[in-house]
């Protein structure tokens, strides 16, 4: 089955710097990897996501690694600001479960001033 | 920007009582999820939906819980007899198309006395 976990639970960065949160994997079928913010009180929120044909994907002020090799993702944040203090979940699926997505634990990132 | 929405906010229900949350997910999306989140932990698959049957759900889906698409904006999860242990953070989502990001809604805390 998948399992899909988190390396650090808590981040601590100062505004302005980047942050960088990981995540690792376990099926080396899953084949989209989707990052979402949840901040508190609120669903999680759509941050961005790849697909397994791609190693990097770039978004407004976020970038997404993936390494199939070792089943690893990164979610990279730049210039982290005071509302980007949240929890980040990753997330996996593969084809063959549909869309059935396989949350990590999270990591609870924050942001000091 | 259209957005999922869940009712009620906030749920509380006496242990074997049948409970209904609802959502209503965005309008030109097909498939449709619940996911449920016990405090502390990750959040788990449960259910998903397209062309009005199940595509695929987790084993905590079992024969209390149903979903059921009454009309065509709303998206019910049913638990038929609840039980302590049903105490969670129920999330809907939707998706256009199955290749395409969930997106999801701020979810219905349910509280089972």
């Known amino acids: 089955g998948e399992s899909v976990g988190l390396h650090l639970p808590t981040l601590s960065v100062q505004e302005g710097d980047n942050s960088i949160i990981n995540c690792a994997y376990s099926?080396?079928?899953?084949?989209?990897f989707i990052w979402y913010k949840q901040e508190s009180g609120k669903g999680p929120q759509f941050i961005i996501d790849?697909?397994?044909?791609?190693d990097k994907r770039q978004g407004q002020r976020v970038t997404v690694l993936l390494n199939k090799t070792v089943k690893h993702l990164s979610l990279q944040i730049a210039a982290t600001q005071p509302g980007d203090s949240a929890v980040y979940f990753c997330?996996?699926?593969?084809?063959?479960?549909?869309?059935?997505?396989?949350f990590g634990g999270g990591t609870r990132l924050m942001v000091k001033p | 920007e259209p957005e999922v929405t869940q009712t009620p906010s906030h749920q509380v229900t006496q242990m074997g009582q049948e409970v209904i949350l609802r959502c209503v997910p965005i309008s030109n999306h097909l498939y449709f999820y619940w996911y449920r989140q016990i405090l502390g932990q990750k959040v788990e698959f449960l259910v998903s939906f397209y062309n009005n049957e199940i595509s695929e759900k987790s084993e905590i889906f079992d024969d209390q819980f149903s979903v059921e698409r009454p009309d065509g904006s709303n998206f019910t999860l049913k638990i038929r007899s609840t039980k302590l242990e049903d105490s969670a953070m129920y999330f809907c989502?939707?998706?256009?198309?199955?290749?395409?990001?969930?997106?999801f809604g701020d979810g219905t805390r349910l509280s089972i006395l």
């Open positions: 997330a996996a699926s593969n084809n063959n479960a549909g869309n059935m997505l396989t």
């Open positions: 989502a939707s998706s256009p198309d199955s290749n395409q990001p969930q997106h």
């Open positions: 099926n080396s079928a899953s084949d989209y």
């Open positions: 790849i697909r397994s044909n791609m």
